[in-house]
Nanobody, 124 residues
Framework: QLQASGGGLVQAGGSLRLSCVLS????????MSWFRQPPGKEREFVAA????????DYADSVKGRFTISRDNAKSTVALQMNSLKPEDTAVYYC???????????????????WGQGTQVTVSS
């Protein structure tokens, strides 16, 4: 199971840090990702991290502003979000898969496990 936390309301230019804890699995085996779903839109890829963190990728819209990291000892993945914009407003979901290949990171279908979502609202 995945449990996400850390969402909230922030002004444009501010920062938030999301966390997601995996329980019931060998965390180090999983590729961990963040997706988001803006109001009225489809869920979209934000960032992914594999294994010890040397292998990451980001959506173009968040590159240079968001950083994904993981702590295998704590079974936790984090998303540090800086320089937030109103268009970052969305429900953010963490996702996990032990078998996904890199080319499938960017779509929702490759992930076995999803967190419950946490709301991020950025005011202008």
């Amino acid at each position: 199971q995945l449990q996400a936390s850390g969402g909230g309301l922030v002004q444009a230019g501010g920062s938030l840090r999301l966390s997601c804890v995996l329980s019931g699995g060998t965390f180090s085996r999983y590729t961990m990702s963040w997706f988001r779903q803006p109001p009225g839109k489809e869920r979209e890829f934000v960032a992914a991290i594999k294994l010890a963190g040397g292998n990451t990728d980001y959506a173009d819209s968040v590159k240079g502003r968001f950083t994904i990291s993981r702590d295998n000892a704590k079974s936790t993945v984090a998303l540090q979000m800086n320089s937030l914009k109103p268009e970052d407003t969305a429900v953010y979901y963490c996702a996990a898969s032990a078998t996904i290949i890199r080319s499938s990171w960017y779509g929702v279908d490759g992930y076995n496990y999803w967190g419950q979502g946490t709301q991020v609202t950025v005011s202008s």
